[in-house]
T-cell receptor, first 114, second 113 residues
Framework: DVKVTQSSRYLVKRTGEKVFLECVQD?????MFWYRQDPGLGLRLIYF???????EKGDIPEGYSVSREKKERFSLILESASTNQTSMYLC?????????????FGPGTRLTVT | QQQVKQSPQSLIVQKGGISIINCAYE??????FPWYQQFPGKGPALLIA?????SEKKEGRFTISFNKSAKQFSLHIMDSQPGDSATYFC????????????FGTGTRLQVTL
């Protein structure tokens, strides 16, 4: 079974703090993704990575950065957390199988910024 | 800019009924259309997916209908069960984008007894 784990299920941080969200996948997948999920807005892509040290901006990258130093690990960084970054953050990984990619998601981290 | 529009936002269906969720897309380059199912406290998981070379795909009680000319696709859940109560997301992607998905806004389905 593919497993995508996220470092925390719940996180509370103060405005202005630097926040690290960690994601690890155990299936040697090439691609990794960070999304945020908000009610009524669905899942919105923040950043994705298709190889070690490679990254691309998604639809809402402002206020976020990422790091992928090892294939299995993809970190999301909030340089200076703000209250509008309170959200559910989902990490996913994928690889090419049978001509298609399936994304496997972690359980999510609910971040509250106060 | 919402490239995949999903409706309804929420849906209540009686046990045994048919649940229908609709999605419409704008980008004609999209060529892969998955549906994801998410239970509370869990991440989304792939339920069923279709490519535009077929108009329908069925897996058990779940069917995707695809209308390429209308740029629409829908999920039908036959004989809906309380265990189907979850949030459903449609999505779309195009070949060569490393599986980058554009998601709809989600539909919260509740199946009542």
């Amino acid at each position: 079974d593919v497993k995508v784990t996220q470092s925390s299920r719940y996180l509370v941080k103060r405005t202005g703090e630097k926040v690290f969200l960690e994601c690890v996948q155990d299936m040697d997948h090439e691609n990794m993704f960070w999304y945020r999920q908000d009610p009524g807005l669905g899942l919105r892509l923040i950043y994705f990575s298709y190889d070690v040290k490679m990254k691309e901006k998604g639809d809402i990258p402002e206020g976020y950065s990422v790091s992928r130093e090892k294939k299995e690990r993809f970190s999301l960084i909030l340089e200076s957390a703000s209250t509008n970054q309170t959200s559910m953050y989902l990490c996913a990984s994928s690889f090419l199988q049978g001509g298609t990619y399936e994304q496997y998601f972690g359980p999510g981290t609910r971040l509250t910024v106060t | 800019q919402q490239q995949v529009k999903q409706s309804p936002q929420s849906l209540i269906v009686q046990k045994g009924g048919i649940s229908i969720i609709n999605c419409a897309y704008e980008n004609t380059a999209f060529d892969y259309f998955p549906w994801y199912q998410q239970f509370p406290g869990k991440g989304p998981a792939l339920l069923i997916a279709i490519r535009p070379d077929v108009s329908e795909k069925k897996e058990g009680r779940f069917t995707i209908s695809f209308n390429k000319s209308a740029k629409q696709f829908s999920l039908h859940i036959m004989d809906s069960q309380p265990g189907d109560s979850a949030t459903y997301f449609c999505a779309a992607s195009r070949t060569g984008t490393a599986s980058k998905l554009t998601f709809g806004t989600g539909t919260r389905l509740q199946v009542t007894l």
